[in-house]
């Protein structure tokens, strides 16, 4: 009997996971991400990328066997060194939210961190992963309605994995480790949820205050994993 039983626990299908749905922009996704991560999680990067950000972008191809139609996956590796922590956490210190910084793009143009210094009654920072849509998916978004807002419906498949972390300009301490709910993973970015991320991901003090290291430097260095497959040849 015991025999049996296993025999069928073998051929059953596996339970489909979830799919977790977004919101259309920053404010939005942090009502629904709110309840994902106990610990306060959340910022955003500069939009004068050249003055207060270095960016390091690496770009590879892993082989994968699972699949005869997924050629291979694509892993990024983007460290962003965000700079001048003093001026941005003073500046912030009675915001409600603070200003979106925008880390400049990488993966060949298709992606950015949004880091925000004040968030949650300025309590905490937050950090997004955004897309930026290509030219060829605005095309394709065109042939279909628009939105809401008269923009195109733009869709890009996935499933993309991605996870943050936050360490010291040269790497020798960890300030913010990786999350127990990261990797993050979504089935898909479209124009209508295009950021995913943690509306609460870190409380101010422990990135800019606690740690005397950031305070020296006056910076970190904020570190994103991305992982997702691609079919046929990577733009």
């Not at 996704?29 to 003055?51: I, M, Q």
Request: with cysteine.
């Amino acid at each position: 009997m015991a025999d049996v039983n296993a025999a069928k626990r073998a051929l059953s299908p596996p339970i489909p996971r979830r799919k977790r749905k977004g919101e259309n922009t920053d404010d939005k996704v942090e009502k629904r991400l709110r309840a994902l991560d106990p610990v306060n999680r959340s910022r955003t990067a500069s939009p004068n990328a050249d003055n207060q950000t270095q960016n390091q972008d690496n770009t590879r191809s892993l082989p994968n066997n699972s699949s005869d139609i997924i050629s291979h996956v694509i892993q990024i590796t983007f460290e962003w060194e965000l700079m001048g922590l003093k001026e941005i956490f003073e500046s912030s210190n009675d915001d409600e939210k603070s200003p979106l910084i925008a880390s400049s793009p990488f993966g060949g143009g298709k992606w950015q961190l949004h880091f925000y210094a004040s968030a949650a009654r300025a309590a905490s920072c937050r950090l997004f992963l955004a897309a930026i849509p290509t030219a060829e998916e605005i095309r394709q978004g065109e042939q279909d309605q628009p939105n809401q807002e008269g923009e195109p419906n733009w869709t890009r498949h996935g499933p993309f994995s991605f996870s943050f972390e936050v360490k010291s300009l040269d790497k020798s301490v960890v300030i913010v480790a990786r999350g127990p709910y990261e990797p993050m993973v979504r089935d898909e970015f479209t124009s209508a949820c295009s950021v995913w991320g943690y509306p609460q991901y870190v409380r101010r003090a422990e990135l800019y205050g606690e740690p005397a290291i950031t305070k020296v430097d006056d910076g970190v260095r904020i570190i994103c994993t991305l992982t997702y497959p691609h079919q046929g040849k990577e733009a």
